[in-house]
T-cell receptor, first 116, second 114 residues
Framework: GENVEQHPSTLSVQEGDSAVIKCTYS??????FPWYKQELGKGPQLIIDIRSNVGEKKDQRIAVTLNKTAKHFSLHITETQPEDSAVYFC???????????????FGKGTKLSVIP | EAQVTQNPRYLITVTGKKLTVTCSQNMNHEYMSWYRQDPGLGLRQIYY???????DKGDVPEGYKVSRKEKRNFPLILESPSPNQTSLYFC?????????????FGPGTRLTVT
């Protein structure tokens, strides 16, 4: 089955700096890679995702890049703010357009702390 | 408002006493799933359901049961809870059509089995 490794497990950055979280996956057939943000006491929230036919995707201050050859993908947060402090999870899945839904394998999470 | 609700939010029980954690969604999503979250292990899928009366095992199904009699509800049943099932549980529902995807997690249920 799929295995997802996530690094680092903890990350501290100064407010305004950038943060990068990296994940690697084992199954070269995986084609969907979402990222989740989990704030204290809440459930995970899908914040951005990327599919294997795209190399990069941006949404305001967050971006995700995918390197299929190396089987790794990364989350980039620019101009970090204290409210970005949370645990971030990556996941990988194999899914076909229009067929069913996603079976996700998650990384173990990265605790991001943004220091004001 | 799109919402996934879970009850109870907190539960302390004893070994062997059957319990049910309810999950309900108001988005008419076909796909629902249960995860457990443990420190250092991330989120692991317990069971999932593709639609009413269609369920299947995830990565860690041992000791759990589910049912999907209605589209909106997906209860998680622990017939004989054991201390190793002490965990934080999340229900999620999702919708996928073509390449469009949306997913929502519930607020979590913290279960302690003594």
């Amino acid at each position: 089955g799929e295995n997802v490794e996530q690094h680092p497990s903890t990350l501290s950055v100064q407010e305004g700096d950038s943060a990068v979280i990296k994940c690697t996956y084992s199954d070269s057939a995986s084609n969907y890679f979402p990222w989740y943000k989990q704030e204290l006491g809440k459930g995970p929230q899908l914040i951005i995702d990327i599919r294997s036919n795209v190399g990069e995707k941006k949404d305001q201050r967050i971006a995700v890049t995918l390197n299929k050859t190396a089987k790794h993908f990364s989350l980039h947060i620019t101009e970090t703010q204290p409210e970005d402090s949370a645990v971030y999870f990556c996941a990988a899945s194999l899914s076909y357009s229009g067929a069913g839904s996603y079976q996700l394998t998650f990384g173990k999470g990265t605790k991001l702390s943004v220091i004001p | 408002e799109a919402q996934v609700t879970q009850n109870p939010r907190y539960l302390i029980t004893v070994t062997g006493k059957k319990l049910t954690v309810t999950c309900s969604q108001n988005m008419n999503h076909e796909y629902m799933s249960w995860y457990r979250q443990d420190p250092g292990l991330g989120l692991r899928q317990i069971y999932y359901s593709m639609n009413v009366e269609v369920t299947d095992k995830g990565d860690v199904p041992e000791g759990y049961k589910v049912s999907r009699k209605e589209k909106r509800n997906f209860p998680l049943i622990l017939e004989s809870p054991s201390p190793n099932q002490t965990s934080l549980y999340f229900c999620a529902s999702s919708f996928k059509t073509g390449w469009d995807y949306e997913q929502y997690f519930g607020p979590g249920t913290r279960l302690t089995v003594t």
